[in-house]
Every structure is written in C-alpha cells, then in structure tokens.
C-alpha cells in the first residue's frame, strides 16, 4: 500500500509539473534549462548557508533514474562554489519554501564537462537529464535541520534495511551463478584433476595426513571444537594466516568474518571449514582452482595453491554481532586477501 501511495505522489507531482506548461523555460549563466513553479510561500529566498530538504525526480529521457519519494528526503547545504555549475542546484537560489522547479541537462554538455560519470552507462550523445524538484524546507538553524535529518533517516531505516537486504540477497545469487560457470569451465579444462594430483603430491613429500572434501579441499583437523558448527548462511569469524604453498611464505595474517556458502570468500573457505566447530583449529591445503582460480593469487601466478592456518572464533546469525568486535582485515603488499577479488 506505501509503495502505491508513494507512486500516486510522484506521479501527482510530475502532473503537477505537466499543468504548467504555459511558465517558459530559461536559461542559467552555465546554459542549464530549468523552470520556475512559484508555490503559495512568502518566504525569503535560498540563501548561501541554508540547509534544504527536498523531494527530487530524476530521470534519463523517459525513464526514470531515481525518486526519493517514499524514501529519505534529500538535505543540502547550499553554498556557492563553482561545482554547482550546470546541475540543479544551480536553481536552488531561485526558490524558496514551497517552490517547485524543473532543469534539463543535455548529455552531450555534461560530457564536454566531464561531468557524466553519476550517470547510467547506457546514457549517450543526445540524451537529456530532467530533475523535478519540491523545496519541503529551508532551515536557518543548524540543530533543527540536524532533528529533521535524523527524524528522516529513522523513518527511513526500515526502508533502507529492507534494500540493502534485496542487494545482498541478488549480489549472492550472482556470486553463486558465477561460481557455477567458473566450476564447469575448471572441470572442462582439466585444472581440478591437476590441483588435486599436485597437492597429494605435495601432502605426500611432506608426510601431511590430511582429509579430502568432496570438492577437494585438504583439511588437517586439529581441534574440532564443541561450539556451534561452520554452516551455509551462518556468519563466520576466522582468526587465518595464509601461506602461499610454493614458497611456504606468509601472505597475510588477520581475522575475517563473513557469510558461508554464498562466494564471498575463496571455495576453499567455503568448503574446508565446514569440518569445524566453533573454537576448531587446523589447516586448510587449498589447490589453486579452489582458491583464486585463473586471477593471480598472492604470489600473482594463476591457480596458485594456498595454505591457511585457521581458528573458528564464532558462528553467528548477524553480521554485527554486539559481543565481538571484528576488524577489517588489511590488504597485503600485492592487494590480496582470501576475499574473492
């Protein structure tokens, strides 16, 4: 119901536009088109220090790019400077409370500006941007614009959790999509029976008893531990140091905390430390087409063999966990981490 309220509203407000064909467009300093619909406040002009907020439509041609209605309102501090030029809030001077405006930016402008990065990039030569603007407020006072803000923004969260969560949710199924692919491409070219052979070998010299995964992980299991499993879908906090297996040198060494089973850590994480417990302690042997694949490794070499030491520290529901406190874990020299690139 929100969300078809939310429509009637932009689209009342776009008819409201439409009605008013008769007001002529004009022309800015920096030859931005915009027009001017005067609402019924008397109030003083948008002066340089004010904070706006504003309801806005954007659109590429005839279809939309973006609306904040039924979602946080935007808030700016209006000051002069010379990036305002040719964009819409180089008209937010023109209006007061109530006012509503229309501007035009022209693609092939924006591009002789170099100013057409935040645009979609199917947008081309001969396109035109047309933003809709609704001034809400316009505050003097800092602290109250501030109240409003955070009024807003909670107003909004559930709004934004809910997004954020349909991100997450498609940016996973893609991951898992990709892995799929990248499976069956490793199993055509012969990569897997290779990295297999190559680390038995290895185990073998080094008289390294380990267990192999069905994908083919090899996992020395010291500690199993007696918490919660290492599951799909639970997050998993892991204390690591990463060796590159050729050299037997250290790569990184950290604490990282992610989502098992989803593709956002090497297939050799998702796969090897589903043998642990929370407070579990062992050794991943990860061939190369279960660790970076054909995207060079730490050691910048295509199906690069890795070995982890890890220690399960938690297995969680969250993300954000309240009794941890996990940092992020740095990049080495080279940029890499057990992170999928």
Do not use: H
């Amino acid at each position: 119901m929100k969300t078809k309220i939310t429509a009637i509203l932009a689209i009342t407000f776009m008819v409201a536009l439409a009605g008013c064909d008769q007001l002529s467009y004009k022309k800015t300093a920096s030859g931005l088109v915009y027009k001017i619909i005067p609402g019924k406040g008397k109030d003083s002009l948008i002066k340089s220090g004010n904070i706006v907020k504003f309801q806005f439509i954007r659109k590429l041609n005839d279809s939309l790019m973006y609306t904040s209605y039924g979602k946080m309102p935007g808030f700016s501090q209006m000051n002069q400077t010379p990036d305002m030029n040719y964009s819409p809030l180089e008209v937010f001077f023109m209006l007061r409370k109530g006012d509503s405006a229309v501007t035009v930016e022209l693609y092939d402008s924006l591009a002789k500006r170099g100013l057409t990065s935040q645009l979609p990039p199917n947008a081309k030569m001969g396109d035109k941007i047309s933003t809709y603007i609704k001034i809400l407020e316009v505050y003097t006072n800092d602290s109250l614009a501030m109240d409003d803000f955070n009024a807003e923004m909670a107003k909004d969260k559930p709004r934004q959790e809910k997004e954020m969560k349909e991100i997450q949710a498609k940016g996973e199924a893609e991951r898992i999509e990709m892995a799929k692919k990248e499976w069956e491409e490793m199993k055509t070219a012969g990569v897997m029976e290779k990295g297999i052979k190559d680390m038995e070998s290895y185990l073998a010299a080094k008289k390294i008893n380990a267990q192999r995964t069905n994908d083919g992980t090899f996992v020395v299991v010291k500690e199993k531990g007696t918490g919660e499993p290492a599951v799909d879908g639970k997050y998993i906090n892991v204390k690591y140091t990463g060796k590159i297996l050729e050299t037997d040198s250290v790569f990184e060494s950290n604490v990282y905390k992610f989502k098992m089973g989803t593709f956002s850590v090497i297939r050799g994480w998702d796969d090897g430390l589903k043998l642990f417990n929370v407070g579990g302690k062992g050794t991943l042997y990860v061939p190369g087409f279960l660790a970076y694949g054909k995207n060079p490794g730490p050691g910048n070499k295509e199906y690069q063999a890795l070995i982890f030491d890890i220690e399960i520290l938690s297995v969680s529901d969250n993300q954000e966990d309240p009794a941890e406190q996990v940092p992020e874990p740095p990049k080495d020299i080279k940029g890499k981490r057990p992170v999928k690139q």
